[in-house]
């Protein structure tokens, strides 16, 4: 049974920090990546930040701010989120892909068939 478990979230003022951890437990299957989206209200969920063998993706709207790293030794992944922005509010889900999706985690696309979430926790910047 695989768990992702988010925590970290919360309220904060425009230019405040957070870290969001998520532990990921009961994936016995191989290599997988790991990436963080975010859904504000009214929205669809985003790709925000991920992992990759080799390096760290991105999106625009959060480079230079954010910084997603990885704690091999105890499954989790964090992300370190600085500078925050009102329009970064939203619940973040840290999300589990397969080998398989690899190739869609480096562009930010999730792939739920073939991946799993966590049950997110909520980010609000005031």
């Known amino acids: 049974h695989v768990q992702l478990v988010e925590s970290g979230g919360g309220s904060v003022q425009a230019g405040g920090s957070l870290r969001l951890s998520c532990a990921a437990s009961g994936y016995t299957y191989g290599r997988y990546y790991m990436g963080w989206f975010r859904q504000g209200m009214g929205n669809e969920r985003e790709g925000v930040a991920a992992?990759?063998?080799?390096?760290?993706v991105y999106d625009d709207s959060v480079k230079g701010r954010f910084r997603i790293s990885q704690d091999n030794s105890r499954n989790t992944v964090y992300l370190q989120m600085d500078s925050l922005k009102p329009e970064d509010t939203g619940m973040y889900y840290c999300?589990?892909?397969?080998?398989?999706?690899?190739?869609?985690?480096?562009?930010?696309?999730?792939?739920?068939?073939?991946?799993?979430w966590g049950q997110g926790t909520q980010v609000t910047v005031s």
């Open positions: 992992l990759t063998s080799t390096t760290s």
């Open positions: 999300g589990l892909q397969t080998l398989v999706g690899y190739c869609y985690l480096r562009t930010l696309v999730f792939r739920p068939d073939i991946g799993y």
